[in-house]
């Protein structure tokens, strides 16, 4: 019996050592940063850039936390409309924004239905000269403006820590190319339409820092064959809204 385990113990350990490991078989590890996802984010921002007039549907989640620590989620949805390259319309609703945003080449207004108030400021003439001044003067989100960034010398590639292609996807009919990427403190995931139209179908971003990791997440319905007329971008306040400072209007919408 002692002769028959030694034997059959080294017939194991012979097959053992013949069999090929794991890591041969895997190939050469992929780099932390993969071209492909890095390209795709670019080729995105270039079609983007590319469209006259176009809308886009989005519906949005976003997690927060109560006071005891209890995860929870809000709902929200942002209607945009363009006409380059100066007339923007966006309106936003959901749990704890709700809000109306107009440019027409020459005003940008921001109009909170619920509490009657508007604020106007005189605008540059173009939309890319109008997102430098809402982030550098007023510190205002414009919601989706960055997805139009990427492939230029002010998109956030450098930042970027790892990249890579999780696979394919379909996110409600179309069917996409998923890409995960991280930054510090962030992951992010992005959903891209397969072919001639890269628009982007799906973001989710995840805060790394927090325990609890609450994320935000958008799922986005494009129409780039849209006509508006002018009227659409023109704001006319109701009789009984009441106009406010600019930056007063901001530290309301954030305080909603």
């Known amino acids: 019996m002692s002769t ?7 017939a194991v350990i012979s097959a053992l ?3 090929p490991s794991s890591h041969a078989k895997s190939g050469p590890a992929k780099p932390a940063i993969e071209p492909e996802a890095i ?14 007039n176009f809308s886009v549907q989005a519906r949005s989640t976003t997690d927060d936390a109560l006071a005891s620590g209890q995860k929870v989620q809000y709902g929200g949805s942002i209607d945009l409309k363009v006409r380059r390259p100066d007339r923007l319309r ?26 009657g108030y508007f604020a106007t400021f005189p605008a540059p003439g173009t939309l890319a000269e109008l997102k430098d001044v809402l982030e550098k003067r007023y510190a205002f989100d414009l919601p989706l403006a960055d997805l139009f960034y990427w ?13 890579t292609r999780v696979g394919a996807a379909n996110i409600e009919g179309f069917a996409c190319d998923h890409f995960a ?3 510090k403190d962030v992951d992010w995931e992005l959903w891209i339409e397969q072919g001639g139209r890269p628009v982007p179908r799906k973001l989710v971003i995840t805060t790394t820092t927090e325990r609890s990791r609450p994320q935000h997440s958008m799922v986005m319905n494009w ?17 009984t809204a009441h106009q ?6 901001r530290r309301a919408g954030a305080a909603r």
């Open 151 to 163: 492939g230029t010398e002010r998109d956030g590639t450098s930042a970027i820590q790892r990249a």
């Open 4 to 10: 028959l385990r030694t034997a059959v113990a080294a």
């Open 181 to 183: 990427f991280r930054q």
């Open 90 to 115: 966006m309106d936003i609703s959901g749990d704890r924004r709700n809000e109306h945003i107009y440019f027409d080449g020459k005003d940008f207004t921001v109009f909170a239905d619920r509490v």
């Open 39 to 52: 390209s795709a984010l670019h080729k995105m921002g270039e079609f983007l850039r590319g469209q006259q």
């Open 244 to 249: 406010i400072e600019f930056d007063t209007a």
């Open 223 to 239: 129409d780039l064959s849209a006509k508006y007329d002018d009227s659409l971008f023109t704001f006319v306040p109701p009789a």
């Open 17 to 19: 050592a013949a069999a």
